[in-house]
């Protein structure tokens, strides 16, 4: 992309080529990219004219190809939904076609343009493809690159531990390759993890953004001069030192006019509002402010947007058209079973009704018969209920998977470096570097903690996943029920993010530190929580769908209290969606009895929920007002067993 302005002699070059073949193609994209600093637009015209040229002589690969170079333009002009539309477009064609030698370059291209976006998760998807793709070709180029990236994605979401292990990946690639751009790069990453770190670390992160901006320099990188300025312009600001703050900004205005630089020129408007502000100029800071409003807006590009979004369907239909079949087969087997169950429960009924008008004359047979019946119904309903118990199970696993996703994420890294510490040992020692070696041994160590702390939280997190699971065993232990109310909240949650990712909904806490531990069954109150929280979550995702987009006024709590009042203690949960009904309020605990759709519910939750409450001995509440939402009280007696 970064071609000599010779765009003249290029224009001569392709309007003197008359055959219309993948020659005039090649020299068509050389053109464009001349064009694309001063004349982005018209860089973008002539590129569409190449891709229709391709697609009229049947060249896919040049296809492809072409969409790339137009992803990298519009990154470059900062219209990101417009340069993933065709990063996509680019992907697509590059799978049809074989061509796997691109996709380290549009992965790569993907990753960088969502992690400017600011959408982390689809930019760690893509950089980790990357990475992985290239360990596996043993591409050291591309294994930079992208380690590069994820290290940069994981700064941005403050996670700074695995942010530095593989940033120092980089580095230690970067060096072997004498590639100085990437070191500089990662220089000014590892600065950006240090100022976020706190005060102390800013003099030496200052220091790093200075050699970042010599090296800039150096290289002759206008955007990253400009950049670099503006870095250090809010950093100055930051430092409360006003003339350093304001040369920064102003020369990172300066070059960012000079050449043209339309996401610098940008950046360079807000360092320098934030200055003005800072320093008390807030008429000139206001005025810059507009103007920085005005660019940042013009940004995005809707209809782009709506593109790209499109083909990201299109790409992830085939796996969304399995899940869509795979759930129509649940529903329909749900459906199924329901059907059954009720023709049971019904043909039961009748027996019953028979045997009791026949009494008299075949007593003994019809005891015998209701027996049966009564002891299939009852096998039925354990059935049921074990069912409800595996669902409860279900959203209770999907949660852990979030929990122990974290822990597991820091085993895997610091035992990738562990082994790359353990092999530079070894040669350090073969050599008889005593010295470097112990510095290796020392670093090993800390990494072995860092394993082992985290491998115990993940088995703690299993290890309450298999008492969930397994069979009560009725024996109550003092349990600590902020915790366990804390516990079953957060898994409650993300089970249910993990069903649907479109689903979000705030939750607070309002716990009473001193309350004493009490002696229950830890599994069953927890699946009493479990129930009642996830009935919570599920009201106010219903009220939240039937507002509608438009309905911004409302926003979803969940909230949890916990208390003492006289000699119990009360767990409460608090939602603020539609609220129950008065005409249904006393059947909610009957079993069976569900206000949910078919297949979504089976009516035993809050019986069950209710049954477990009582059998300790306390007592389970609820108060409702339609349209404002439900309150859950959970009494628990205060006693010692």
Not at 534 to 551: I, M, Q, R, T
């Amino acid at each position: 992309m970064a071609q000599p302005d010779n765009s003249d002699s290029l224009q001569k070059d392709l309007n003197s080529y008359d055959k219309k073949d993948t020659i005039k193609v090649v020299k068509m994209i050389k053109y464009a990219v001349s064009l694309s600093p001063n004349e982005p637009a018209r860089s973008l015209q002539v590129l569409d004219s190449a891709i229709q040229l391709s697609k009229e002589i049947d060249w896919k690969t040049g296809v492809a190809e072409l969409y790339l170079v137009k992803g990298k333009i519009n990154s470059r002009q900062e219209k990101y939904d417009a340069a993933i539309a065709d990063y996509l477009l680019s992907l697509k064609l590059a799978e049809e076609a074989h061509l796997s030698h691109a996709y380290y370059d549009l992965h790569f291209n993907l990753s960088e343009t969502y992690r400017l976006m600011g959408d982390h998760e689809f930019a760690m998807q893509h950089a980790k493809i990357c990475y992985d793709m290239a360990l596996a070709k043993k591409n050291e180029d591309a294994a930079l690159y992208a380690a590069s990236s994820i290290g940069e994605i994981y700064s941005s979401t403050k996670q700074f531990d695995s942010a530095t292990l593989y940033l120092d990946k980089a580095m230690k690639l970067a060096v072997k390759l004498n590639n100085e751009y990437m070191q500089d790069r990662i220089l000014g990453a590892q600065a950006d993890i240090l100022w976020d770190m706190g005060k102390k670390n800013w003099p030496v992160a200052l220091a790093l953004y200075r050699k970042n901006l010599a090296n800039q320099e150096k290289f002759g990188s206008n955007p990253g001069t400009a950049w670099m300025h503006c870095v250090l312009s809010k950093a100055f600001t930051d430092f409360n030192i006003k003339d350093s703050a304001m040369y920064h900004g102003e020369k990172a205005m300066e070059i960012s006019k000079k050449y043209n630089l339309t996401k610098e020129i940008k950046d360079s408007y807000q360092a320098l509002y934030l200055a003005y502000a800072k320093f008390g100029n807030y008429k000139k800071a206001y005025e810059y402010k507009l103007v920085f409003d005005s660019l940042y807006k013009i940004t995005y590009n809707i209809e782009s947007g709506k593109n790209a979004e499109k083909v990201r369907l299109e790409l992830d239909q085939q796996r969304k058209d399995a899940i869509a079949n795979a759930e129509k087969i649940k529903r329909e087997t749900d459906a199924n079973r329901l059907k059954l169950i009720l023709a049971v429960l019904a043909g039961l009924a009748l027996i019953i009704a028979l045997f009791q008008y026949r009494n008299n004359r075949l007593k003994q047979k019809a005891k015998a018969k209701i027996e049966k019946a009564y002891n299939e119904l009852k096998q039925t309903q354990q059935q049921l209920i074990q069912s409800e118990k595996m669902a409860s199970l279900g959203e209770l696993t999907a949660g852990i998977a979030h929990e122990i996703q974290n822990p597991l994420n820091f085993v895997n890294n610091f035992s990738e470096v562990s082994k790359e510490l353990a092999e530079e040992m070894k040669e350090e020692l073969s050599t008889g570097n005593a010295e470097v070696a112990n510095e290796i041994a020392s670093d090993l160590v800390q990494n072995l903690e860092k394993i082992n702390y985290h491998g115990q939280r993940a088995a703690a997190i299993v290890k309450g996943m298999l008492q969930h699971s397994r069979q009560s065993s009725g024996k109550k232990e003092p349990t600590d029920i902020n915790a366990l109310a804390d516990e079953y909240l957060r898994l409650a949650y993300h089970g249910l993010r993990a069903k649907d990712k479109s689903f979000n909904a705030a939750f607070e806490t309002n716990f009473d530190s001193t309350l004493p531990k009490l002696n229950v069954i830890p599994q069953d109150i927890g699946r009493v929580l479990l129930n009642i929280i996830n009935n919570a979550f599920y009201a106010v995702n219903e009220k939240k769908k039937s507002a509608g987009l438009s309905a911004t006024s409302y926003e979803p709590l969940i909230t949890v209290q916990t208390k003492k009042v006289n000699d119990k203690i009360e767990v409460i949960v608090t939602d603020n969606g539609n609220g129950i009904p008065q005409g249904i309020i006393d059947k909610i605990f009957q079993p069976f009895f569900t206000t949910k759709p078919t297949g979504q519910g089976t009516g035993l939750g809050l019986s069950l929920a209710y049954d477990i409450v009582k059998a300790h001995g306390g007592e389970l509440k609820v108060e409702t007002k339609e349209g404002e939402g439900t309150t859950f009280i959970i009494q628990l007696a205060h006693q010692h067993d």
